[in-house]
């Protein structure tokens, strides 16, 4: 299930991100790819407040994987830095457990990435507005048919 949506602002960008929190399950995971700054780490910053994660959200460019436990367990991972590098065997342990993940750059550990994902491809329309490419496969399937556009 594919489905495009603009976001106006971050207060939309909230209610979107607040949206996809009510859908999770153990092991869900969220991967987001799209240019410098258009709103992933904002997104799970969203997000994780979203699932019950207090500690502050930050970019986590020079560490590839931050933990945070709250009501859920978050794993949020940047994986800018292994560009191209395919595969992660040490991440694939957190993308492949329990916790709720959400990888900022996926495509460069793509042959790391199970099939099933929610996919949010983000493009800079203007300085607030977003274009957001939501692709959901298998499980997420109904969480994009529900995302209200
Ligand atoms: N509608 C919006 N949604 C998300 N961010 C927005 C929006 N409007 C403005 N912004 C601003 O755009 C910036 C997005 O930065 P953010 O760090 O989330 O991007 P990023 O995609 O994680 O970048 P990077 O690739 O460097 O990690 C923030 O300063 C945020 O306040
Ligand atoms: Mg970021």
Do not use: Q
């Amino acid at each position: 299930m594919y489905k495009e949506i603009i976001i106006e602002n971050l207060e939309e960008m909230k209610i979107f991100a607040e949206e996809i929190g009510k859908s999770i399950f153990p092991g869900f995971l969220v991967c987001l790819e799209g240019d410098l700054g258009a709103g992933k780490t904002t997104f799970t910053k969203y997000f994780g407040a979203s699932i019950g994660i207090t500690d502050n959200i930050n970019s986590p460019t020079f560490t590839i994987l931050k933990i945070y436990e709250g009501k859920n367990v978050l794993y949020h991972m940047d994986v800018y830095r292994l560009m191209g590098i395919g595969m992660d065997y040490e991440l694939e342990e957190y993308i492949y457990g329990d916790g709720i993940c959400v990888i900022e750059w996926y495509k460069n550990i793509i042959e790391s990435i199970p099939r099933e994902k929610l996919v949010i491809e983000m493009e800079i329309i203007d300085i607030n507005r977003r274009l957001l490419k939501i692709e959901g496969i298998g499980k997420y399937e109904e969480i994009v048919k529900k995302i209200s556009n």
